[in-house]
Each structure stands twice: as C-alpha cells, then as structure tokens.
C-alpha cells in the first residue's frame, strides 16, 4: 500500500530513495538533493499531453499519456531495480499529482515499500523557502577570510575532509567568484538547485552548529547567497587567511592553468573582460604573455592591482580577527584552524 507523507516526513527518512518521475528538463532545473530522475513522460511527450489537454481536454490526454509510457514500463522497473536496493521509495512529481500516483501505484503492485509525497517537489521548494526566509540561521559562521590566492577553498576541503562541516559555496555555485571564475568548471546549477544544497548542508549539520565558510559576496557569478546566510557570513567568528604574494601566484596558477592548453583561451578572454578597469594596453601586454604561457607576471600583476585592493585584506597577522594563520605551510594552517575550532 503506497503511503502518503508530508516533505517533513519524506526528508527524515532513512535509507529511502528518492525518485524524481518529473520529465528530465523539470529535473534539470532542480529536484530534492540526492534524487534520482526515472520520468513517467520525457519533455516532448510531456508537451504534447499538455497540448492535447488544452485541446481536447483531460480524457484524451490520459489516454495519449497511458499509449506513450506504457510501452515503456518494463525499461523504468529495470532502472528502479538497479538503483533502490533494499531502500523504500520516495515518489514525487511536480505538486504531487496524476505523474507520481501512476509510478507509486506500479512501485507498490511491484512489492516495494512505497511513499509518496504530498504536494511533490511544489511542496519542497515551499520548505526551502520558508528555511530560508528566516532572519537569521540558527547555526554559528565561522567565516575564512583573505586576499586571493590563499587557499580559502583549499582551506574548506581540508577541512572538511578532518570531518568539521565546511560549506563550499563556490564548489555548489561552479564558480568561483572571480573574472576567471568559470574558467574550467560545467555549468552552474539554478538558483533554486544552489538554494537547496545550502538548505541540505545547514539542515545535516542540524540547530546550533558551528560551520565553516569562505566570506563571499552576495553574488556568485549568477547565483545570490541567501539573505540568511549572507547574515551569518557577515555575523561570523572571523578568520584571516594570509600567505606570500609567490605563493598566492602559484596557487593561483596550479588553480587556473589546469586543462588542455593551460586554458590560455579562455584565460585571455576573460582577462580582456578587465578592459574598463584596467586600460585596453594592460590587457594586451597581459594576453601577450599569457600567450607565450608566461603566467606568474600576470597573475602577480592582476594580484597586485586589481584584486588586492578590491577585496584590502591584510597581509600580515591583524588584531580585527578572531584567528589569523600563515597558509604558506597548508597542511600546518588547517591544524591551527581545526584547534581553534575546538574551542569555540
């Protein structure tokens, strides 16, 4: 028997697999974190049920949807076999309708355990929402600052790979907040895909946590930093980062000039973006060298009087913060990070 629960009740499941039966376009613009796409209908077939709904109305709609996923059925079961395990089964659609009752009902004839959940990923987005239009999070920032090139993200890995719960914003958002800042990376997702990883983080961790997190802005190529959480960055325990100016320029180089041809292309195209900040001679002398793969000049250059005096971290150890630590030794920083950590 399928059983039907709230959102609430669907994410404090344990050991469920959740599968999204919306059209993979639908899926792609964003579903629950940790869903899997098994779709009742694919875009094209979708859009011509919605047609003929409009035209002939629903009957002959249901009957040309039953014609075209019938066929089908067997392919899907196999997908759901090969996925779920020994995991029950959480179901939805877009606002728990027609899409999810027909999979739940084969699912449950089938033999799995079976939920389906009410009001489908409508009713998600509407937790997310009401997550994330609080003031202020329940959880303590602990918020990594410095100059460009200090290893904030490198910082963030480790620790989380010591097990300290470390949100990567720029790792969520595929981008990483600079004018090379795609440069390498797939597509970021949507806003409301960015939204529900923040949510998914912030809920694991659980109520009057501390976490980790680099201080960003509120926009993230084109993705916004919830206004929440853009409130706990600026309310946060703050931690300065800072390292030589050499070893700020080779990690930048080890970052940026890692793909095929050391992204030389997509490196000039997006220093040539810097033409109203910079002059059109600067650019040209930069791409020069970029093109003869002479990094560290430019990347010391764009440090030095660009991005340096953007952001005016300090360069050395400054009282204004709660811990200051050298990321010249990284290893060695993030013991200091990870001390500090326990005592808060």
């Not at 035209?55 to 997908?79: F, I, N, S, Y």
């Not at 990923?121 to 918020?143: D, H, P, S």
């Not at 009087?305 to 010249?328: A, F, G, M, R, S």
């Amino acid at each position: 028997m399928v059983e039907e629960i709230t959102i609430e009740e669907a994410l404090n499941l344990k050991n469920a697999l959740f599968i999204d039966v919306r059209s993979e376009g639908e899926f792609a613009e964003a579903t629950i974190p940790g869903a899997v796409n098994i779709p009742v209908f694919e875009n094209e077939e979708r859009a011509a049920i919605g047609t003929l709904y409009h035209q002939a109305g629903p009957d002959h709609a249901r009957r040309l949807g039953l014609k075209l996923v019938a066929p089908k059925l067997p392919q899907k079961l196999t997908a759901v076999d090969q996925l779920a395990g020994d995991k029950s089964l959480a179901i939805f659609c877009w606002r728990g309708g027609q899409r999810s009752q027909f999979m739940a009902g084969m699912l449950d004839i089938m033999g799995y355990p079976v939920y389906r959940i009410i009001g489908g990923y409508k009713a998600y987005r509407q937790y997310v929402n009401i997550y994330l239009g609080r003031e202020e999070l329940t959880q303590k920032a602990v918020v990594l600052h410095g100059l460009t090139g200090v290893g904030k993200t490198e910082a963030l890995v480790a620790l989380e790979e010591r097990g300290l719960p470390a949100l990567d914003l720029e790792g969520l958002a595929e981008h990483r907040g600079s004018v090379y800042g795609k440069i390498g990376l797939p597509p970021s997702p949507s806003q409301k895909a960015f939204e529900s990883s923040i949510v998914k983080f912030l809920t694991t961790i659980g109520d009057n946590s501390i976490f980790f997190v680099e201080c960003e802005s509120r926009r993230i190529g084109n993705l916004l930093v919830p206004s929440p959480l853009m409130s706990s960055i600026k309310n946060g325990i703050r931690v300065l980062l800072y390292a030589p100016i050499d070893q700020r320029v080779k990690r930048i180089r080890d970052v940026y000039t890692c793909g095929p041809d050391n992204n030389i292309k997509e490196l000039q195209r997006a220093t040539a973006s810097l033409e109203k900040k910079i002059g059109r001679n600067r650019v040209e002398t930069l791409n020069s060298m970029l093109a003869e793969g002479n990094f560290e000049p430019v990347f010391t250059y764009l440090l030095k009087y660009y991005y340096d005096p953007l952001y005016k971290y300090p360069e050395i150890p400054d009282d204004n913060y709660d811990l200051c630590v050298d990321t010249t030794d990284m290893k060695k920083a993030v013991d200091d990070i990870v001390e500090f950590a326990k005592s808060l």
